[in-house]
């Protein structure tokens, strides 16, 4: 069984692990290193020291000059500087020269004084071969504060942890209060309640996931408003001719009809089924367009294909006597020629079915986008309702035009997909339909 954890102790855990870390590193440092970074530094020093000592005993007027510097040298940073001659006829440069640095060789050595436990970094330098400096300094000072470097990390230690599991349990209550609060809608967007709206304002990425939250739960409502909608628009529209077929195929069966009325209800009941075929098989598009519709382009002419659409429904345009004013160039569109086919489709046969007989009906390109116009008798109606699907306007129902009301909403869809700019028109009682140029 997989043990719980809380946010809370997960951090404080880490925090603990992390300091502890933090100061074993710094210990283990202070062990092995320090003794090495400060013998290294004080090197540094000293050669400076060196420097600056035969600078001053260059010149023998220097010797006050010289005096104070070793008294300055000493009194500041603890280093001692002593001053020798080697040949022994010659009185000493210098009386702070100690003979016991003689027999060393040059340069740095650590030197033992087993009398009074004290340990000293020498330099011995030879200078124009028979003047001698020793410079020297403690390092027992390494081993005095030892003790007090290994207290302080004990002690910085023990104020890490209390800092620390008190800045957590501050840092993590902030947090796992807005974690809760997001679990909370996210429960309630499970079981479909939209009713609270998550409302978190830290400026990092639990905001960011609080307003996707909100969108996602807005989208999911509008979806599922759509989709009640949808469905209740789709029965209502096979309702009717599902009803339709019930009764002429009960009184078919009935025997007592004569041979005339028969041919018209099967006339009826096929121009029936072939609606409910039409309109299933637009909804099941509809439905397929409304999820991840892999859209593979390719370039037609766009004339070509205005010209299979038109011929589809030819017998409209001769029953109506309707007229086509085509002012194309030859251009080739990229796009999914299966969709944009029917989405030509739908705006031919919308313009043959809506237009008023003995009409012009154009289809034209200007400034990169094409345009469907057509003469139409309608209501004032807002232009984003013709897009929802089974939508009709009353000139549809009163002059008993066939169609489901689902033409715009796959236009819509198509271009949509092919993220084509596109609008409608309703002017002067002209319907103009208009779509970027897709390349």
């Known amino acids: ?17 992390l300091i502890i870390f933090t100061v074993l590193v ?61 040949q022994p006829q010659k009185a000493l440069h210098h009386k702070r020269y100690k003979n016991r ?12 004084l087993q009398n009074n436990n004290i340990t000293l970094l020498a330099y011995k330098e030879v200078i124009g071969g028979r003047n001698l400096l020793v410079i020297t300094t403690s390092l027992s000072v390494m081993s005095s504060h030892r003790h007090e470097v290994y207290l302080l990390n004990l ?33 309630k967007i499970s079981r479909l309640d939209f009713s609270e709206k998550s409302s978190i304002k830290t400026s990092d990425e639990l905001m960011e996931l609080s307003q996707n939250i909100n969108t996602m739960a807005d989208n999911i409502k509008s979806s599922m408003e759509n989709l009640n909608t949808f469905v209740s628009n789709a029965s209502h529209e096979l309702k009717t001719p599902i009803a339709v077929i019930n009764t002429h195929a009960q009184l078919l069966m009935s025997d007592r009809l004569d041979k005339d009325s028969e041919r018209n209800y099967h006339k009826v009941i096929l121009k029936e089924s ?72 739908n705006l031919v046969q919308n313009a043959l ?23 139409i008798y309608i209501e004032e109606v807002d232009r984003e309702k013709l897009f929802e699907p089974f939508f009709r306007g009353k000139n549809a129902t009163e002059l008993n035009i066939e169609g489901s009301g689902l033409g715009l ?28 140029i897709l390349r």
């Open 101 to 112: 640095y003689e027999n060393l060789d040059e340069g740095f050595h650590i030197i033992s």
């Open 409 to 436: 909403s796959l236009i819509k869809k198509i271009l949509d997909l092919h993220k084509a700019n596109y609008n409608i028109v309703i002017e002067n009682d002209r319907f103009i339909f208009s779509f970027d």
């Open 155 to 187: 002690i910085t230690f023990i104020i890490a942890m209390v800092v620390s599991i008190v800045i957590s349990r501050i840092f993590t209550k902030r947090i796992t209060d807005n974690i809760k609060s997001l679990n909370r809608v996210a429960q």
């Open 1 to 17: 069984m997989k043990i719980k954890i809380n946010l809370f102790r997960k951090i404080s855990i880490f925090s603990i692990f």
């Open 26 to 86: 710094s210990y283990v440092l202070s062990i092995f290193f320090a003794d090495s970074f400060y013998i290294k530094r004080i090197k540094k020093e000293i050669l400076a020291t060196s420097i600056q000592t035969k600078n001053l005993m260059k010149n023998p007027n220097n010797s006050t000059l010289l005096e104070e510097y070793i008294d300055n040298i000493r009194d500041s940073k603890g280093i001692n500087i002593y001053l020798g001659n080697l």
């Open 353 to 375: 079915k809506y237009s008023p007989e003995n009409s012009l009906i154009k289809v034209y390109s200007k400034e990169g986008k094409i345009f469907f116009e057509n003469p």
């Open 274 to 345: 072939k609606y409910m075929d039409t309109l299933v098989k637009d909804l099941l598009l509809l439905s397929k367009l409304s999820s991840n519709f892999n859209l593979e382009k390719e370039e037609f002419n766009l004339k070509d294909l205005l010209k299979e659409s038109m011929e589809k429904f030819e017998f409209l345009e001769l029953k109506k006597d309707l007229t086509w004013e085509i002012d194309l160039k030859d251009m080739s569109i990229k796009v999914n020629k299966k969709l944009f086919r029917i989405v030509l489709d």
